[in-house]
């Protein structure tokens, strides 16, 4: 069956009805699993903008303000100010993948479903499932460190923590759609992604390594448009800060909403291999 989803309002209020979906539900080859993100972008890409946006700008105004806060507290001092910059620009960039995840993967899931969620309904829709979507970040996070930490301790072995770690982010890849789709707590949308997922941990391995190039060749013009800037701002220290900090968060957010799709035709694609989920039955009203 299709995964899951919830009508959060009428046609008008965020929910539009029942339509085709961007993305063909079947088995995908390695080179769609690739392009499809982004036709399925395309197709919500206001909806995607608006939450994209609002969740940057609520992002970089919380940095700038407890930058400045810090900076009034410490006199302008130079280390403050700068560790200041540095830790709040971190945790507001794990908050930020945290709701841009949660939300992407249920916009994509509603399409698939054959509904188009607005930027609020896609909210909501992952604010059910706030939890195990916390601590599935929670853990994303952990197992990322440990594995590069390990990994990093010769530097002639940080390659192999790359696929190591590509192997291990190929197996909890769906984890968020299940999450979401399913209605499923952690530990079980865990079991059931490593469930999917085997047979093709190669290959979303791979789909994982390749996006990180992709998402590295994206970052140039994305850093290009704060640099741009600069020429008018100047050198001052807030407007370097601010640029800064916005390009940085301006790439993740572009990031994580093209790997965000990705598990969520990533999910579809493994039910369609492993279950069948594209074959239609006589009598079956899907």
Not at 238 to 267: D, F
Request: charged letters at 15%; aromatic letters at 8%; glycine letters at 10%.
């Amino acid at each position: 069956m299709r995964p899951a989803v919830e009508a959060d309002g009428a046609v008008g209020a965020g929910v539009d009805p029942a339509r085709a979906p961007t993305v063909p539900i079947r088995p995908l080859r390695f080179r769609e699993l690739l392009d499809e993100p982004f036709a399925l972008i395309q197709a919500h890409i206001r909806a995607l903008a608006a939450l994209g946006a609002c969740v940057l700008v609520l992002a970089v105004a919380v940095v700038l303000a407890v930058t400045g806060v810090v900076s009034h507290l410490t006199d302008g001092s130079d280390a403050g100010t700068a560790w200041a910059v540095v830790l709040a620009t971190a945790v507001c960039l794990w908050l930020l993948r945290w709701v841009l995840r949660g939300a992407t993967v249920a916009m994509a899931l509603a399409d698939f479903g054959g509904v188009t969620f607005g930027a609020g309904a896609a909210l909501r829709r992952a604010a059910k499932h706030a939890g195990p979507l916390l601590l599935a970040q929670v853990m994303f996070s952990l197992t990322g460190i440990g594995v590069l930490v390990v990994g990093s301790l010769l530097i002639v072995t940080y390659p192999l923590a790359l696929i190591w770690l590509a192997q291990v982010r190929a197996r909890r890849f769906v984890t968020e759609p299940v999450i979401i789709g399913e209605h499923a707590e952690f530990g079980a949308a865990v079991a059931r992604s490593k469930h999917l997922v085997d047979g093709a941990n190669w290959t979303i391995g791979g789909l994982w390594l390749t996006q990180r190039l992709i998402f590295t060749v994206l970052a140039v013009p994305l850093f290009g448009i704060p640099f741009y800037l600069s020429d008018f701002s100047g050198t001052h220290r807030w407007a370097v800060i601010t640029l800064l900090v916005s390009g940085l968060l301006l790439v993740v957010t572009v990031s994580e909403i093209v790997e965000a799709t990705s598990r969520a035709i990533c999910y579809i694609d493994r039910r369609c291999a492993r279950e069948g989920m594209d074959i239609r039955l006589p009598g079956d009203s899907r």
